[in-house]
C-alpha cells in the first residue's frame, strides 16, 4: 500500500505497509461503520484490527523526557492520547495494555542537571553578595552569550548591544531564528540584573542564570560525576508531570518504563543490531546505525512515518542531542547514535564498546520491545516526535528482529500552538500545566483538546476557550435542569400525586433522536475517533430535548429524558469527564456548599442552614398577617426568599407557569454568582426605574403647581395691561393697542381663542 507525494523537487514514494494478518475483506460489511485510525504510516484511515486477532490491544506511548515543567503541548498529546485510549477501552471495549515510558537518560536532562548544581553550588559560595570578579564574570558571560547564539561581531558593551538592538526588524529576525525571542529575553534579564546588583542578591542571580550557565557548565561540567546529581533532577520532574497528568484525569499507563532500568535491556539489543548486520562501533567507543545499509535491504524501508525529511540533517542533528560528538566518523550523515561514549561530566555505564550511554531513539525500541515484543498495535506520539525519533525507532527495532513492520499503526497527535504561534519548551515560549490550571479548569481544557480532531493541529486561543467554556455552560444546564425536574417528579409522586406515563408523540419523536444520535456518535468514533462531531451531536440532541420540555410543560415524561441525559453521561464519562454517581451529568469542578463527600457533618448541621431560612421565611409571613400587609407586600417576601436567602445557599428556584411549582436547582458556588450578578442586575434596573418614576412625578407635580397658579387669574384680568391694550369689551378682550388703535379681527380672533382656555382653565380649578 504506497502513495507518492510529490513534494516539488522529487517524488516521495511512501514505504509499503501491510495490513494486519488477520484483516480479511470478507469480514467487513460494508454497510456497518467499522473503526478508522489515521495511520502515519499510510497517511490514510484504516481499518483497525489487533493483532490477536480479538480484543486485546497493545499500545506503545512516548513518554515525556523530565527536566522541566509540563506545558500545554504535552497537554494537548497526552489529553487527546487519553481520550483516545478511553474511546477504545470504554467505547469500542479492547482490552488495551498501554505502555508509556520516562526518559531519564538525556542530553537535555544531562546538561540542564549539570547546570542546576553548578549554579545552585555558586550562589551558595557567593554568601548573599555580588563581588566585582563576578560582574566581570557576568559581563564576559553575557558578551559570549550574545557572540555565540545571536552570531554577532564587535559587540563588547552593553550600550552597543542596545544599540544594535534598537536598529533591527525584531519580527524579521524572529521569522529567521525562532530561538530570537528566548535568546533576547535572556540578554535582557542579564542586562537589568546587571544595572541593579547592588538592589539585591536574590532578585540579580536569577536574572543572570541563563546567560551564565553556559560558562560555568563550560569551566567545571566536565567534574561533575556523582550520579545522584544526574538521578535528582528527573526524578523531581517525573513526580511533577505524574501530578500534572492526575490533574488533568489522565489514566495512568498499565505499565511505566524508565530509561535508567533499562540499560542491560539496551546494550542487549544494540548487540543483537549489530549482529543483524545494521549497526557498527566507532573508536571512540559509541555505536551507530547503518542507515544506508538498512534502507537498501529489500526487506526494509527507513523514513516510513515521514520519508521526505529523509537526510534532513538538521532534524537529524537536532535529535542526536547537543552533547553528542561531532568529531566522530560515522559512514554517513544521517546515522545516529545507538549507544553514545561518555565523556567527563555525563552519566556513563559499562558495555562491551566502553563506558557510554544509550542513544535517544533506541530507549523505546527497548522498552517497547519488552513489554510487546516484535511487533504491536498502536504506537503513539506528538507529530514534531515523527521524524527522525520514530522513524529511528521503527528502523533499529526492524533491524533488531529483522521484520519489516514493528508498528502496526502509528497515530500521531497534532501540533499545538498558542494564538497561532508554535509553543515549544526549546523556546521558552511556553505555558506550563500548572499555569494553565489557574486560569482553566481541567474540564475546560479537555474539552479544548475534544473540539479538535486529535491529528489535527490545534490553536489554543480564545475562540476555542469560548466555544468550550459554551459547551460546558450547555451542557451544566442541560444536567442542572433535569436534575431539578426529576427530583420534582420524585416529590410529587412521593406525596401521592398521579403522574402519567404513557408516552405521546412528542415523547415518541425524542425517542427516534436518541436512536439517531447514537447511531451518529457510532459512525464519528469509528470515524478515526471524531470527537468534535460526537460533541455536536450531543449538543443537538440537548437543543431538541431542551425544546421537549419547553413545549411539553406540566406533561412531561421524565423516562425518556432520563434516558437522553445518561447517555449523553455514558458518553462525556468515555471521553473522560468524570459522571456523578446518579450518572445524571458531570461532576461538579468547583467547590459546592451543597454537599460534601468526605464531611462528617451531622445530619442537623447539615439541615439547619435550610431549616432556619423556612422558618424565618414563616416567620415573616406570620407577621405580614398579622399586621394586615398589602398583598405586594406577600409577593415581595416570596422575591427575598427566592432571590436572597436560598441562594445565599446555593440554591435557584424557577418559577414555572401551568400551575407548576418552582424548579429546584442546586448551584456552584460560580454559578450563584453569576445568579446574584444576574439579580443585582435586574435589581438596579428596577432601582433606576423607580428613580425615573419618582423624578417623573416630581416633574408632573411642579408642572401641575405651575398649571394651578397660572389658573388663578380670571380671563377677564388676564389682558389688563396697559403697556399692551387700551380698550377692552366686557369679558375684558382687548379691543385697541396702547396707542389707542383698533386691533385687527385676526389678532381679537387669536386674543379670543387665549382667553377661551384660560376660562375652561380657571374653571378646571376654581368652578
Avoid at 542546576?116 to 552569550?145: A, C, G, R, W
Avoid at 460533541?535 to 425544546?547: G, Q, R
Avoid at 418559577?655 to 436547582?665: F, V
Amino acid at each position: 500500500m504506497s502513495t507518492t507525494t510529490d513534494t516539488g523537487s522529487s517524488k516521495v514514494i511512501q514505504p509499503k505497509w501491510y495490513n494486519p494478518k488477520y484483516l480479511q475483506a470478507s469480514n467487513v460489511d460494508s454497510h456497518t461503520p467499522v473503526l478508522k485510525l489515521y495511520n502515519t504510516l499510510t497517511r490514510n484511515k484504516e481499518i483497525f484490527i489487533p493483532l490477536s486477532g480479538g480484543k486485546k490491544v497493545t499500545w506503545y506511548c512516548c513518554g515525556p523526557t523530565v527536566y522541566d515543567s509540563s506545558h500545554m503541548g504535552h497537554a494537548r498529546n497526552y489529553v487527546s492520547t487519553d481520550i483516545n485510549r478511553r474511546i477504545m477501552q470504554n467505547y469500542f471495549g479492547y482490552d488495551v495494555k498501554f505502555v508509556q515510558n520516562v526518559t531519564d537518560i538525556d542530553d537535555k536532562i544531562i546538561i540542564r542537571a549539570r547546570q542546576n548544581y553548578l549554579f545552585e553550588k555558586f550562589v551558595e559560595q557567593q554568601h548573599d553578595t555580588i563581588s566585582p570578579d563576578v560582574i566581570t564574570k557576568v559581563m564576559t558571560s553575557l558578551l559570549s552569550f550574545i557572540s555565540k547564539n545571536l552570531k554577532l561581531t564587535g559587540i563588547d558593551t552593553i550600550e552597543k548591544y542596545e544599540q544594535w538592538f534598537s536598529s533591527i526588524d525584531f519580527e524579521k529576525e524572529k521569522l529567521a531564528n525562532p530561538k530570537f525571542p528566548m535568546y533576547t529575553t535572556s540578554i535582557q534579564n542579564a542586562i537589568t540584573g546587571l544595572r541593579t546588583k547592588n538592589e539585591d542578591p536574590t532578585t540579580f542571580y536569577p536574572l543572570i542564570k541563563d546567560i551564565f550557565v553556559p560558562t560555568l557548565d563550560a569551566e567545571l561540567g566536565s567534574e561533575i560525576n556523582d550520579p545522584e546529581i544526574f538521578r535528582k533532577l528527573p526524578r523531581y520532574w517525573e513526580n511533577e508531570f505524574n501530578k500534572d497528568m492526575k490533574a488533568l484525569n489522565v489514566l495512568p499507563p498499565n505499565v511505566t518504563t524508565r530509561v535508567s532500568e533499562y540499560i542491560p535491556e539496551i546494550i542487549e539489543y544494540v548487540q543483537a543490531i549489530i549482529k543483524n548486520g545494521y549497526a557498527y562501533a566507532t573508536t571512540d567507543g559509541s555505536v551507530y546505525f547503518d542507515t544506508f545499509k538498512f534502507d537498501t535491504s529489500e526487506k526494509h524501508d527507513y523514513a516510513k512515518c515521514q520519508p521526505w525529511n529523509k537526510g534532513k540533517l538538521d532534524l537529524i542533528n537536532d535529535a542526536e542531542g547537543s552533547l553528542t560528538s561531532t568529531t566522530i566518523s560515522k559512514k554517513s550523515p544521517n546515522d545516529f547514535a545507538l549507544w553514545k561514549a561518555s565523556k567527563p561530566g555525563e552519566p556513563k555505564w559499562k558495555s562491551p564498546w566502553g563506558e557510554g550511554r544509550p542513544g535517544w531513539h533506541i530507549e523505546c525500541s527497548v522498552m517497547a520491545s519488552d513489554i510487546f515484543g516484535s511487533t504491536m498495535d498502536i504506537h503513539s506520539g506528538g507529530i514534531d516526535l515523527a521524524f527522525p525519533h520514530h522513524d529511528n525507532e521503527l528502523a533499529q527495532s526492524e533491524a533488531r528482529y529483522d521484520n519489516c513492520q514493528w508498528v502496526d499503526y502509528f497515530l500521531h497527535t497534532g501540533h499545538l500552538h498558542i494564538e497561532g504561534q508554535k509553543m515549544s519548551k526549546s523556546l521558552k515560549n511556553f505555558i506550563t500545566i500548572q499555569e494553565a490550571l489557574k486560569t482553566y479548569s481541567s474540564r475546560q481544557l479537555r474539552l479544548c483538546f475534544c473540539l479538535v480532531q486529535w491529528n489535527n493541529q490545534l490553536d489554543f486561543k480564545s475562540s476555542l476557550v469560548n466555544e468550550a467554556k459554551g459547551c460546558e455552560t450547555t451542557f451544566n444546564n442541560f444536567f442542572k435542569n433535569v436534575r431539578a425536574l426529576y427530583n420534582d417528579y420524585k416529590h410529587n409522586v412521593d406525596n401521592g400525586k398521579f403522574i402519567s406515563k404513557k408516552l405521546g408523540s412528542s415523547e415518541k419523536e425524542l425517542l427516534k433522536n436518541l436512536e439517531f444520535a447514537q447511531e451518529q456518535v457510532y459512525s464519528l468514533f469509528c470515524d478515526n475517533l471524531n470527537t468534535p462531531g460526537v460533541l455536536k451531536v450531543l449538543l443537538e440532541l440537548i437543543s431538541k430535548t431542551n425544546s421537549y420540555i419547553s413545549y411539553i410543560g406540566a406533561d412531561l415524561r421524565i423516562e425518556p429524558v432520563l434516558d437522553i441525559v445518561n447517555y449523553i453521561t455514558d458518553i462525556l464519562s468515555v471521553l473522560g469527564f468524570p459522571s456523578r454517581q446518579d450518572n445524571l451529568g458531570w461532576e461538579n469542578v468547583e467547590s459546592n456548599t451543597m454537599s460534601d463527600s468526605n464531611s462528617l457533618s451531622s445530619v442537623e448541621d447539615i439541615a439547619l442552614k435550610y431549616v432556619k431560612a423556612l422558618s424565618q421565611f414563616r416567620d415573616e409571613v406570620r407577621q405580614f398577617s398579622i399586621d394586615k400587609k398589602p398583598y405586594a407586600e406577600f409577593l415581595n417576601l416570596t422575591d427575598k426568599v427566592r432571590d436572597v436567602d436560598l441562594l445565599q445557599l446555593n440554591v435557584s428556584l424557577d418559577d414555572r407557569g401551568d400551575e407548576q411549582g418552582a424548579l429546584i436547582k442546586f448551584l456552584t458556588d460560580d454559578e450563584k454568582l453569576e445568579l446574584m450578578k444576574i439579580i443585582e442586575e435586574r435589581e438596579e434596573r428596577k432601582r433606576e426605574k423607580e428613580l425615573k418614576k419618582q423624578e417623573q412625578a416630581r416633574l408632573r407635580k411642579i408642572e401641575e403647581q405651575k398649571k394651578k397658579e397660572k389658573a388663578a387669574i380670571k380671563p377677564q384680568d388676564m389682558f389688563k395691561d396697559t403697556n399692551l391694550y387700551s380698550a377692552w369689551d366686557e369679558d375684558g378682550i382687548p379691543l385697541k393697542n396702547k396707542e389707542g388703535e383698533d386691533l385687527s379681527k385676526s389678532v381679537i380672533k387669536k386674543l379670543k381663542k387665549q382667553w377661551a382656555a384660560q376660562d375652561k382653565l380657571h374653571k378646571q380649578y376654581f368652578g
